[in-house]
């Protein structure tokens, strides 16, 4: 489908602009290729999408995949497309993991202040924000059926062999740029790895019609 005009913040769209699908292997298409059925497949029958994209601690790379999935149906201008996340527990947005969404154009309030805080994440002027907190994946914020499921994690991946109410179960997993933690090299990895999630996340939704 191509991309029509949207109003995307400037920053955002030129980041998606430099990214390179092609160096996608054939081998991570295939893992992305049952994705892209589950969001044709609704788009065929105008029936509303929802991804819930689930890790561990719903800390990381659960968020990434949210916040860009979001943008990415904006971008290629497919209607209700409603994304979620989740964990097998709670903790908290990682601060990295939003600074990283910052510093690629996305703007972040901070909406509560304790140990869990929610964060509104805007990409659009005129779309609503992305309302970012680490939750359960069965916490009453998310979808209890008519979704997929998308395994960000090897950790919950194999620890969730069954996940209530999922219309489909998509393993898509990640590494978990959190080895970098407190090292130089911090920043540099998570930016690696959102713009990995951001490049396949734009893969997937350019391959819907």
């Known amino acids: ?14 980041i998606i602009k430099g990214l390179q699908p092609a160096t996608i292997t054939e081998e991570r298409k295939t893992i992305l290729q049952p994705l892209i059925d589950f969001i044709q497949h609704k788009v065929d029958h105008q029936e509303e999408i929802r991804l819930n994209f689930i890790c ?16 990415m149906a904006t971008y290629f201008n497919i209607k ?16 990295m993991a939003a600074e990283t969404l910052i510093n ?25 924000p992305v309302i970012g907190f680490s939750k359960k994946l069965d916490d009453d914020f998310n979808p209890k059926a008519n979704f997929a499921a998308i395994m960000t994690c ?29 090292t130089p090299q911090q920043a540099e990895k998570y ?3 959102s713009l ?14």
């Open 1 to 14: 489908m191509e991309s029509t005009k949207t109003n995307l913040f400037l920053e955002i769209e030129n």
């Open 56 to 71: 561990t601690h719903n800390s990381r790379r659960s968020h990434l995949s949210q916040v860009w999935a979001q943008t």
């Open 80 to 95: 209700n497309v409603f994304c979620y996340s989740g964990g097998t527990e709670a903790t908290a947005l990682f601060p």
């Open 104 to 128: 690629s154009g996305f703007q972040i309030q901070q909406l509560s202040k304790n140990d869990n805080p929610v964060y509104s994440i805007k990409f659009a002027d005129n779309e609503h």
């Open 154 to 182: 090897s950790q919950a991946d194999g620890g969730c062999p069954f996940i209530a109410g999922a219309e489909k179960r998509i393993p898509i997993t990640f590494e978990d740029p959190k080895a970098f933690d407190s």
């Open 191 to 193: 930016k690696e790895r």
């Open 196 to 209: 990995q999630i951001a490049t396949e996340l734009f893969y997937v939704f350019s391959e819907i019609n």
